[in-house]
């Protein structure tokens, strides 16, 4: 099967970042990852893409005059490479029109609650302190709004007596349901492309 072209965009830690490029040089994942996209200069995600032989776009959006600036810079980088798919990894930053029209329907985003419930920042914290019994994951596709784009899947967490253990089992989840799920979307469209 054809492999995908992906770019990962990431703003910290990556350790999405490090389990999807695990899955695609294993062999779980027919993708590339032909660039990572880092909003912030520096980050420790940034080390781990070099190591795994990735190249790298750091930009800081507060250079550019604008959005709009910043993300034709991006897209200018994702165009050189034939990338087919933008794999949102922990990137703290709302996606513009200009990567929206570029990619319609191939922005993937990976977000630590069951959305609708804790968009946005520090969702693990909040459903913590919801009283709710559990929390979880969700993959869905990007659109303008915050965490608002259509699901495509979703994993449950129990939410165990600590913060600490409840952010260590929803990164545990994370790093081997976003892979699998990637893997589905990008085999399915794939073939739909093929057919």
Not at 59 to 64: E, T, Y
Not at 114 to 134: M, V, W, Y
Not at 166 to 194: C, D, R, Y
């Amino acid at each position: 099967m054809k492999k995908s072209k992906i770019a990962v965009f990431a703003s910290g830690s990556g350790s999405n970042f490090q389990a999807i490029s695990e899955k695609t040089k294993n062999g779980e994942l027919d993708a590339e990852i032909v660039l990572l996209v880092c909003d912030k200069p520096g980050a420790p995600v940034t080390e781990k893409a070099r190591l795994a032989g990735v190249p790298v776009l750091e930009l800081s959006p507060k250079s550019f005059e604008n959005k709009a600036a910043y993300e034709a810079e991006i897209l200018a980088n994702l165009e050189k490479n034939g990338t087919e798919w933008l794999i949102l990894a922990g990137y703290m930053r709302l996606i513009g029109p200009v990567l929206l029209d570029a990619f319609p329907t191939k922005i993937m985003n990976l977000h630590p609650s069951l959305l609708p419930k804790f968009p946005g920042k520090d969702a693990i914290e909040r459903a913590f302190q919801s009283g709710d019994t559990e929390t979880g994951i969700t993959i869905h596709y990007v659109d303008e709004g915050m965490d608002t784009g259509p699901i495509i899947d979703q994993m449950r967490v129990a939410i165990p007596e600590s913060l600490e253990q409840l952010k260590i089992n929803i990164h545990k989840a994370e790093h081997a349901f976003f892979p699998a799920v990637l893997q589905h979307v990008l085999k399915i469209k794939t073939e739909v492309k093929q057919s």
